[in-house]
């Protein structure tokens, strides 16, 4: 047989059938519709407590961030399998981005993060809303982005490492 690829005939072996070329194409990146979803309704969240900085979006976000982290500690003790990993990739780059945020009492490592510089830029000009809800807002919003990035670096690394899980 030819090895041109327009000529009649079983495809040459060194290229593989055609089902293992379209598995090849399908495995890239692929984000599920839930997630899909979660995220553009987290950023929905986001936009919505920075435009309004109430006391209630920073309570309701501080308090969600805490809980979420609280319950990291079970979620690696409890948990099998990908939910184990995901909790431990939450908790491992969530807590130490939350304590070295907050304000010490011993050293404000705040002032030396990323993220505050970032803060500061979009910080709106004073107005009627203390500032105290947006720096609670944002300190919640990294934290979690932060997080969830911890949670996909996870994953994706235990995937790497061993392709047969799912």
């Known amino acids: ?3 041109l690829p327009n000529s009649p005939g079983p495809a040459p072996s060194r290229l593989g059938s055609e089902s293992h070329r379209r598995k090849k194409v399908m495995t890239g990146a692929r984000i599920p519709l839930a ?5 553009l309704a987290l950023l929905a969240i986001a936009l919505a407590a920075l435009s309004q900085q109430t006391e209630l979006w920073a309570t309701a976000l501080f308090s969600t961030t805490v809980g979420l982290l609280l319950a990291s500690g079970p979620g ?7 939910a184990r990993r995901a909790w431990i ?6 807590w130490p981005y939350f304590l070295l ?7 404000n490592y705040e002032r030396f993060l990323v993220t505050s510089l970032v803060l500061d830029l979009i910080r709106p000009v004073p107005g009627n ?3 105290r809800n947006f720096e609670a807002i944002g300190l919640s919003l990294c934290t ?6 911890g949670v996909v670096f996870a994953l994706a690394s ?3 490492a061993h392709p047969a899980r799912r």
């Not at 690696?76 to 990908?82: N, T, V």
């Not at 979690?144 to 990035?149: M, N, P, R, V």
């Open 1 to 3: 047989m030819s090895d």
């Open 35 to 39: 997630a899909s979803m979660a995220l």
């Open 76 to 82: 690696i003790a409890l948990g099998r399998g990908r």
């Open 89 to 94: 990739g939450f908790a491992t780059v969530g």
């Open 101 to 107: 945020s907050l304000n010490g009492y011993l050293y």
């Open 129 to 131: 809303q203390p500032p």
């Open 144 to 149: 979690l982005l932060l997080a969830g990035a």
């Open 158 to 160: 235990d995937r790497r």
